[in-house]
């Protein structure tokens, strides 16, 4: 592995070279993925709040599982 001062200059030219990169989620003519995503994120604010759970465990949340016995089908 590369010493830290090597990744990090490696990190501000790759930020020079990506720049001409559009963003793949929005684009000008269908704002709706953007839309989407503010929806989404609103959701998982509403779960965290809910749950008293950080944001981030907020987004897993419905897909955890801590070793605890499934139900029966």
Known sequence: MAPAPIRVMNLF???RTDRGIGDVVHVRDDP?????????????ALTALRNRVPLAAATTRDIEWHGQELPDR
């Open 32 to 44: 709706m993925p953007s839309f989407a995503y503010a929806l989404l994120l609103g959701g998982f």
């Open 13 to 15: 030219r790759r930020g």
